[in-house]
Structures are given as C-alpha cells and as structure tokens.
C-alpha cells in the first residue's frame, strides 16, 4: 500500500489542476489499464513481487482437467474483476462472491469448502491484486500523457 500511497502524494497536486471531466477521462483510463495488468499477472499466476503463485496441493485422489489448469482462469474474468472510477478515485476489485474468494487467497485466510459437512482449509496465500514498478510506471505514464507532457 505504500507504493500506492507514495505515487498518491507525488501526484495529486498535478492531478488537483485537471478539469472534474479530465480527472474522470483519465481514472478511467487508469482503472483499464490497471485491471489488464492485473489479469495478465492472474494469467501469468504472479504475485506483484514477481514471485510465483505457491502451486495447488498434491491431491493423490484427484486427477484430471481441475488439477492440470491454472488456478484463478473464471475469477479475473471482467464479469468479476472491475474497475471503477470517479473524478477523484479508481478502484481495481471482484465483486459478488468472486471477491469472497479473492479475498481468502489474497490474505491467506481459512475458506469454507463444503457448508453443507462444515469442511473448511488453509489457504496459501496467493495475491491476486496489488501495484507492481511496471503499474507506478504505466500510472504516471497516462498522468503525464493526460497532462500534455509527452513531447
């Protein structure tokens, strides 16, 4: 969060200058591109340091297409990985029961597998979402862009 934070600071007053309908043009454009970024990293099964996804557990019952696929193929979807933006803010998340999920990978938490029999597991902790160099990069690209500065 501090990455994001450092970015927020270093900006705003260059942003504060934009008219509401630009602030709103360019949080969007930033909500896109940080939502393809996001979803090639999903594609990719990175964490934002560059490290890999910690692989599903060895199942010795279960074989077959579930086992062989990468985790996380429906969830970055645009049906539940959003953007959404106002003049003054972008938000990259899931939504609907996608984020319970995301949520439970993202953090590392128990997640409930089977209500009906109360089984529940650990979950490695897999981050789904969060702000690489290459998105501060590509965030103060479109800022510099939408200014006029890219001479």
Known sequence: ?????????????????????????????????????????????????????????????????????????KLKMARYLKAKNTANQVAVGFSGSAANIAAVHQLGKRGVVNEKRNISTQYAKRELLGFTEQDKALVEELIIHELGWNN
Do not use: C, W, Y
């Not at 970015?7 to 454009?29: D, E, F, G, V």
């Not at 560059?50 to 599903?56: E, K, L, N, W």
């Open 1 to 73: 969060m501090d990455n994001v934070d450092e970015l927020t600071n270093k900006l705003s007053a260059l942003i504060a200058n934009l008219s509401p309908q630009a602030r709103r043009h360019l949080a969007k454009n930033i909500g896109q591109k940080i939502a393809q970024s996001q979803r090639q990293r999903i594609t990719n099964q990175q964490n934002p340091d560059g490290t890999s996804f910690i692989p599903r557990k060895n199942l010795r019952k279960k074989k077959g297409r579930i086992k062989r696929q990468k985790m996380f193929v």
